[in-house]
């Protein structure tokens, strides 16, 4: 069964205490290395795997996205988006990406930040990544690094 720490209410507490929760992606560390990567978004549709609060859906419809879905298994996360969010062309909706299924060639761009680790069949949502972008739509995303998650070995 997936898991689905994020709707554990400690747990939930715990990562609203984090400074990419608080601070969106200016927060997030890996961002300005992600939005290096980023291709020029005007009119684009763009979809958010594992979107937690929403905070890359709202950043890519004021960069000029066409529309922004944001997917997450999280309801805790997805009722947090929601609340942050006042854009009708923002969709979030639940949705367990290991069964991940989008429409063919229907964005061009899948992003997706410090989610893709939890995924076992990561060859799955790969190919289901794949026929949902557009010709020469992109994938950007970001995983955790053991160097920031490795338990501390005593000195
Ligand atoms: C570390 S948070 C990152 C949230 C957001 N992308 C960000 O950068 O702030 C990981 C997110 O992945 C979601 N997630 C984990 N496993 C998932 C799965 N199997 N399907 C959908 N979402 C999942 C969690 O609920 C959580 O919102």
Request: aromatic share 10%.
């Amino acid at each position: 069964m997936t898991q689905n720490i994020y709707d554990t209410p400690e747990f939930f507490h715990g990562y609203s205490q984090l400074n990419r929760s608080v601070h969106g992606l200016a927060g997030a560390p890996e961002w300005p290395s992600l939005q290096t990567l980023l291709p020029e978004l005007a009119g684009r549709a763009v979809a958010d795997l594992g979107c937690g609060y929403g905070w890359f859906c709202r950043w890519a419809r004021e960069a000029g996205a066409g529309s922004a879905l944001g997917l997450d298994v999280s309801e805790k996360m997805l009722a947090q988006a929601a609340a942050m969010t006042a854009d009708d062309a923002i969709e979030y909706r639940r949705q367990d990406l290991e069964r991940l299924q989008l429409p063919p060639a229907a964005f061009d761009l899948v992003y997706s930040s410090l989610t893709l680790h939890y995924i076992a069949d990561l060859a799955g949502l790969l190919a289901a990544c794949h026929q949902a972008l557009k010709p020469g739509g992109r994938l950007v995303f970001s995983i955790e690094h053991p160097i920031f998650m490795a338990a501390r070995q005593p000195q």
